[in-house]
T-cell receptor, first 108, second 112 residues
Framework: KNEVEQSPQNLTAQEGEFITINCSYS?????LHWLQQHPGGGIVSLFM???GKKKHGRLIATINIQEKHSSLHITASHPRDSAVYIC??????????FGEGTQLTVNP | DTAVSQTPKYLVTQMGNDKSIKCEQN?????MYWYKQDSKKFLKIMFS???????INETVPNRFSPKSPDKAHLNLHINSLELGDSAVYFC???????????FGAGTRLSVL
């Protein structure tokens, strides 16, 4: 069992829908990252958070340290949001442990 | 200007060859990383350097040797390439060990 589990593995939505991707982890962490991997392969860091909630545009990330759980929300989804979303945790130091990713497809 | 740049973008080579992948960052970051993404798209840390010093060395074969001539560069040299080395290799950097990481575009290595 991975230290980081994401759900769902695959998600298909219609444009405009509200999307939630979940991440659960089994170790104590100092921070959690959400990354986006584009269809072309490039990886972009979306958020790094250790408590509470962060918002950037239509993206919202929340974390509950006690429950070892984080969610990434996308409001008013758009086909250009189609990508793989990856959760990664930092137990200590600088090493990141990655989830397997959630493939999101947003249809027009 | 690209913040974290890797070269080459694609690398096709025969088994047994030696190859290098270069990575440069112009962000002034202290920490750099190499990751391997396998065919299942799973990312795993390989190495991390902080100010030219090795701080993470995961269980990778000795055939992989990172080299950091200065803190803006972290190159990856691979000896005696094997079929299982085929993957996408990502370089990344961060301001320090605890900050958000910025990724290069990846190098797709195919070993034939």
């Amino acid at each position: 069992k991975n230290e980081v589990e994401q759900s769902p593995q695959n998600l298909t939505a219609q444009e405009g829908e509200f999307i939630t991707i979940n991440c659960s982890y089994s170790v104590g962490i100092s921070a959690l990252h959400w990354l986006q991997q584009h269809p072309g392969g490039g990886i972009v860091s979306l958020f790094m958070l250790s408590s509470g909630k962060k918002k950037h545009g239509r993206l919202i990330a929340t974390i509950n340290i006690q429950e070892k759980h984080s969610s990434l929300h996308i409001t008013a989804s758009h086909p250009r949001d189609s990508a793989v979303y990856i959760c990664a945790v930092r137990p200590s130091g600088s090493r990141l442990t990655f989830g397997e990713g959630t493939q999101l497809t947003v249809n027009p | 200007d690209t913040a974290v740049s890797q070269t080459p973008k694609y690398l096709v080579t025969q088994m047994g060859n030696d190859k290098s992948i270069k990575c440069e960052q112009n962000l002034g970051h202290d920490t750099m990383y190499w990751y391997k993404q396998d065919s299942k798209k799973f990312l795993k840390i390989m190495f991390s350097y902080n100010n030219k010093e090795l701080i993470i060395n995961e269980t990778v074969p000795n055939r992989f040797s990172p080299k950091s001539p200065d803190k803006a560069h972290l190159n990856l040299h691979i000896n005696s390439l094997e079929l299982g080395d085929s993957a996408v290799y990502f370089c990344a950097s961060s301001q320090d060990r605890l900050n958000i990481q910025y990724f290069g575009a990846g190098t797709r290595l195919s070993v034939l």
